[in-house]
Each structure stands twice: as structure tokens, then as C-alpha cells.
């Protein structure tokens, strides 16, 4: 591989530096800018945090899509149900909420 002068010296100057072979640096470079990463290393330089939620099966109240979920149900036959009065719930403005305790109570036909 022939490089430009300018650039052939930098690449001598970075191996005396680090003490590493020309060869194992370009090899290095192309490795990690050319394929992409995977396994672990595919991780690098991700953010780090926390995660924030409730699953479905802990939450209180429901909405529409996560009732429909819990039912196995889709989403507009348990509008139906809501709007018949035929499952417990609430309509706040023009959102529904159900109460997950007062829905398996009425699962359970109490």
C-alpha cells in the first residue's frame, strides 16, 4: 500500500510512538472503521443509564391499548366493550382508563 508522503510519516511517527508495527495499526484502523462492530464490542460508546417503566402486569390503571393487550384483544372490540358498559372503565376526556384490579374481578365474574 503506497500513502502520501505527508501521511506515511505521521503512520511512522504513530508506530514509534505506541510501539506498535505500521502493519497491526493500519490493520487496526480498518478493522474498527470499515466493519462494523458486533458482540460486545458493538456496545462501545453506548449511553449509559437507567430504565424507567412498569410492566403492564403491575400497573394500577390501564389504558385502552394495554387493557386490549391483557384481554388479547383487539384494541377497537375493547372500545366497544368499554363504550357498551361492558367492561369497567372510565372515560377521562376521551381517553379510557381501567382499573387492572376491577378487570380481573370482573374476569373472574365477581
Excluded: C, N, Y
Amino acid at each position: 500500500m503506497r500513502l502520501p508522503k505527508a501521511e506515511a510519516e505521521r503512520l511512522d511517527r504513530a508506530a514509534a510512538r505506541l510501539g506498535r508495527p505500521k502493519g497491526r495499526i493500519v490493520a487496526d484502523l480498518l478493522a474498527e472503521h470499515l466493519e462494523p462492530p458486533s458482540g460486545i464490542d458493538a456496545l462501545k460508546g453506548a449511553p449509559v443509564g437507567r430504565h424507567d417503566f412498569t410492566p403492564a402486569h403491575e400497573l394500577e390503571v390501564l389504558t385502552l391499548e394495554q387493557l386490549a393487550a391483557l384481554l388479547e384483544l383487539d384494541v377497537e372490540v375493547v372500545r366497544e366493550l368499554a363504550e357498551q358498559g361492558d367492561v369497567p372503565g372510565r372515560k377521562l376526556g376521551e381517553q379510557w382508563r381501567f382499573s387492572r384490579a376491577a378487570v380481573l374481578a370482573w374476569l373472574a365474574g365477581e
